[in-house]
């Protein structure tokens, strides 16, 4: 793809995402669902322009693609529709861990890994517990928050031991443990928000924290070897 081109794609993600940031923060609803899905599909089309789609590079494609699915289901209101877009992200987020799993740190790594995975999801399960007692939150969707917020920490501890997997370059893998970590805030705020546990301009910072996320993760897949 010639470098221009390159430039215009960027420039389109950058307009996009500024101008969908500053749709949500303002409260104008219509122009923030409007821009939403042209941030991911911006990114998905600048991904796809550098290079070969590889074994490396293929779980995340579709991780991306399934995040669009994901934003678009999200858009309208109702619990189906959320629910929809919680499925389209949990496979997501799987991709996103065969992505990241392709090379395996060392057994020691692994078992370190392990155990923040079981500890965190104890820590999840407690909080979803404790919040929920208050809320007004459907308590048959609970099961589904906490497999959800299992994943979501899966994939962010995968993302976030990129820093001792072979043939990562320190750059690279600090982007990919950052949007890691980003992609965990932004669905915990998510998550809170359904518990009626909301932060201020929460709308903004989850979808702020989320666009950051995905333009680290990709950013650091594409300074792997092809």
Not at 61 to 70: A, D, E, P, Q, V
Not at 129 to 144: T, V
Request: glycine share 8%; with cysteine; hydrophobic share 60%.
């Amino acid at each position: 793809m010639p470098d221009w081109a390159n430039l215009v794609l960027l420039i389109f993600i950058c307009l996009v995402t500024l101008a969908n940031w500053i749709a949500i923060w303002r409260g104008n609803l219509a122009a923030y669902y409007i821009t939403k899905p042209l941030v991911l599909l911006g990114l998905i089309a600048y991904f796809i322009t550098q290079g070969p789609i590889s074994a490396t590079r293929l779980p995340f494609l579709l991780g991306l693609s399934l995040s669009l699915l994901g934003d678009i289901f999200l858009i309208p209101r109702g619990t189906r529709w959320f629910m929809a877009g919680m499925g389209a992200f949990s496979l997501a987020h799987l991709c996103y861990i065969w992505g990241f799993n392709t090379v395996m740190p060392s057994a020691t790594v692994m078992f370190m890994a392990l155990f923040a995975l079981l500890a965190g999801n104890l820590i999840i399960h407690l909080t979803i517990d404790r919040f929920a007692a208050s809320s007004e939150i459907n308590k048959l969707l609970l099961p589904f928050f906490k497999g959800y917020g299992i994943l979501v920490l899966a994939m962010a501890i995968s993302a976030m031991l990129c820093l001792a997997r072979p043939g990562w370059s320190d750059l690279a893998a600090v982007m990919a443990g950052t949007g890691g970590i980003l992609f965990f805030i932004s669905d915990a705020m998510i998550g809170l928000d359904k518990l009626d546990r909301r932060l201020p301009k929460y709308k903004f910072w989850i979808i702020f924290s989320y666009h950051l996320a995905q333009f680290l993760i990709v950013a650091a897949v594409l300074l792997l070897p092809v």
